[in-house]
C-alpha cells in the first residue's frame, strides 16, 4: 500500500505544456489508427489502459475502481505511516473504515460491480501490503476473478514481498501492478524506513533499504518481462528525497515501468506519524510541479491521482464507500453484469465523438495565438465534461492552455460551496484561495454572487460552456480571450 498526503489543499499551481506524459483517448485513438505522434501506442498496450481510470488520464473520465481492504498487515514501516489512525471523512491511502475477510469482499464487490457501471477496476491496496498478506489477497482476487471475470484486477505493494509472488499474478491475471518506490539509494531509505521484516526476520537500517530496494527492482524486473503492466508510485518528501526522484525515474524507467506517479507527502500531525510528529513539510504545489515536469519523457506521469483510501469505490474523486458498507449489502449477493455492459457500450460511442472534438480542440489551439499561458479551473462529474455545478463541487480540475495545447495538470480539493442550499461566505473565501494563480473557472452553473466575489478575487467564472466537452471549451475560451471579445455569462 502506498500512502502519503499532505494537509496541502491545493495540489498543483505551476502552468505546463499539454500533459506529454499523460495518456489521452485522443492520443491512442490515433495510435490506433496508425498516427505516427509521439505517444503512439502498441494496440495491447491499449487495450490494458483504456479501462484503467489510474492507467490513463482519459479512462478516469468514465471508469471507477474499487479498493478491497483485505490486507491489514505490512512487513515495513514507512515514517509518513501510521495504520493506527482511521477516519470515515479521511480520503488517504492507508485509511479504512472496513477490514474485509475475503468472503465480504467478493459480497462487496458483486453488490458495486451490480450497481456501479463505471466500475472497471479491483484494487488490493492495503490498507497494509497486498502481497505480504498474501492468502487474503490471493482469496479475495481469485474469487474475483471467477464471479465477475470481465473486471480488471489490480495490486499496490511495497515491493517487499513482490518477488516470490509474481508468478501467482500471473496465473490469477492480475493485468496492473503498483509499486512504491521512494528511493533506489539505501542511505537514502535511512531516512524514510525504520527497519522492515523479511525473511523471518527484522532488519534497521541501511541494511532494511538495501534489501527493500533490491526486492523493489527484482519485482519490477520480473513483471516487466512477464508483459504486466507496472507504475511506480513515489512520495514527494521534501529535504529528503525530492531531487533523488529524478534518479528513481531513470531507474525505474530503465527496468519497464509504464508511468511514474510522484505524490505529495501527507504529514498532518494529528495522524500521529513521525514525519507528521517531527513537522517534516509536505511538497508546496510548484515543487510538486516542477518534479513532475522534469520526469516527463519515456515514463508516463500521472497528474490526475486522488490519494484515495484503501476502501475507495467509484469515480476517482467522487466517493462511494460509504453506499457499499457490509451492513448495507445483502446476506446473498449476486452479481448483474446489465448496468455496466450498457455503460461500456455508451462509453464507447461517446469515446468516439469525444475523442475527434479533443484533437480537433488541440490542433486548433497548438496553431495559435500568443505566446502566453491560461489557466483554467472547471468543475466536472465525469465523461469529460464541464456538468458539476460551482456549488456542489468538491474539486476542481487545473488545465493549462498555450499554443503549445491543452493539458490537464492537476486538481485541487475544494469543500462544496452550497451546504443545504444556501452559500457558506467562509467556504468561499477558502475556495477562491484554492483558486490562486488561476485565470478563469469554467463550471455548469454559478450563481451571481460568488461569481462577483470570485471575480473580486482575480477569477473569471463562467457557466458558458455548460455541459460543453471540456478540451472544446478551453479553445473557444481561449479564442475569444485572445481575440478580445467581451466575456459575458448568462450565470
Ligand atoms: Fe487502486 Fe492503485 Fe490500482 Fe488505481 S488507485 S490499486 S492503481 S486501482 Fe490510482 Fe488511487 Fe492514485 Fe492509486 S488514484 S492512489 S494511483
Ligand atoms: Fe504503511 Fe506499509 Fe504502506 Fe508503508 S508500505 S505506507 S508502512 S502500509
Known sequence: MSRGMSKCRIT???????????TTFGDYASSSRG??????????????????????????????????????????????CNRKFDCANESRPGVASD???????????????????????????????????????????????????????????????????????????VGHVTITINMVDPKIGTEIYPWIFHDGRRYNGIDASMILHERQMLGLEMLTERGILTKVNSVMIPGVNDEHLIEVNKWVKDRGAFMHNVMPLISEPSNGTLYGLNGQRCPAPLELNAIRDRLEG??????HCRQCRADAVGLLGDDRAREFTMDQLQAEATYDSGKRHAFRQLVERERLGQASEASDATTAVAAARPNETLLIAVTTKGGDKINE?????????????SHKGIGLIGHRKI?????????????????????AGIDFLLCFQIGNSPRNKLARGGVRATAAYGDAYIEQAIDALYTEHFSRRSFGDAG
Open 35 to 80: 498516427s505516427s505522434e509521439p505517444n503512439a501506442m502498441a494496440p495491447a498496450i491499449i487495450e490494458k489502459i483504456k479501462d484503467h481510470p489510474c492507467f490513463s488520464r482519459e479512462a478516469h473520465l468514465y471508469f471507477a475502481r474499487m479498493h478491497l481492504a483485505v490486507a491489514p498487515a505490512c512487513n515495513i514501516q514507512c515514517n509518513y
Open 389 to 401: 455545478h460551482f456549488g456542489h463541487a468538491k474539486e476542481l480540475q487545473i488545465f493549462s492552455v
Open 99 to 173: 477490514r474485509l475477510t475475503p468472503d465480504q469482499a467478493l459480497r462487496r464487490a458483486m453488490a458495486v460491480a451490480s450497481e456501479v457501471p463505471q466500475l472497471s477496476v479491483v484494487g488490493i491496496a492495503g490498507p497494509g501490503d497486498a502481497c505480504y498478506d498474501w492468502k487474503k489477497t490471493k482469496a479475495t482476487l481469485m474469487a474475483i476473478a471467477r464471479e465477475i471475470p470481465d473486471i480488471k484486477l489490480c495490486v499496490s505493494t511495497n515491493g517487499l514481498a513482490l518477488p516470490e509472488h509474481v508468478d501467482e499474478l500471473v496465473d490469477m491475471n
Open 415 to 435: 469543500d462544496p460551496y452550497c451546504l443545504g442550499g444556501w452559500g457558506e461566505e467562509n467556504i468561499l473565501d477558502s475556495i477562491i484561495d484554492a483558486l
Open 12 to 22: 498543483n499551481t505551476a502552468p505546463a505544456a499539454r500533459e506529454p506524459g499523460a
Open 298 to 303: 519515456a515514463t508516463k506521469v500521472m497528474r
